[in-house]
């Protein structure tokens, strides 16, 4: 059985729930088909706008109430979009799965990986996290939760999108 990897960043799942549960459902369609066609998948995606999405709620929740709601680490925000990103591509794929009557295994796995503190790339962050937003309210951002930003896909939104440098969390 050939295996076959397929990646999605995390900007192909949407911008909010409804929009990755169809983003999800298409992927499945074509996973499936993959499936079907005697291949072996591994789907891996990417989760960005989702982590920073996250880490910015948490942070505002920590704002109105730090003693109810202690801060959330970068770390904790990708942990979280990781897996319920894995869990909607894995409910997805078996709803799909098994519309065409395959018995086939699912798993989600999280992962981690260890970075050197030291690594230079800490100095000039490269992975965007977050949502995209005008240049104003980026710079904004960027002085009041002492965080890097960045453009982003300017040449397609012509917005910034936040950068957090992830030594700072």
């Not at 960043?9 to 499936?35: F, P, S, W």
């Not at 079907?36 to 920590?62: C, F, R, S, W």
């Amino acid at each position: 059985m050939t295996k076959v990897v397929v990646a999605l960043g995390g900007n192909a799942l949407g911008n909010n729930l409804k929009e990755q549960m169809e983003a999800v459902k298409k992927t499945a369609v074509n996973v499936v088909d993959l499936i079907e066609e005697g291949y072996e998948v591994v789907l891996a995606h990417g989760n960005g706008p989702q982590a920073g999405m996250i880490k910015l709620a948490m942070d505002e929740m920590t704002a109105k109430d730090p003693k109810k709601y202690p801060p959330v680490s970068l770390s904790v925000s990708v942990a979280m979009s990781q897996t319920y990103i894995g869990y909607d591509l894995q409910n997805a794929l078996r709803e799909e799965m098994l519309s065409r009557k395959l018995e086939k295994p699912v798993v989600t796995i999280a992962t981690q990986v260890e970075v050197d503190p030291n690594d230079p790339a800490f100095d000039k962050p490269t992975k965007p996290i977050g949502r995209f937003m005008a240049k104003e309210e980026a710079m904004q951002a960027a002085m009041e939760k002492d965080i890097v930003v960045a453009e982003d896909a300017a040449e397609v939104t012509g917005k910034s999108s936040l950068r957090q440098n992830p030594k700072r969390s």
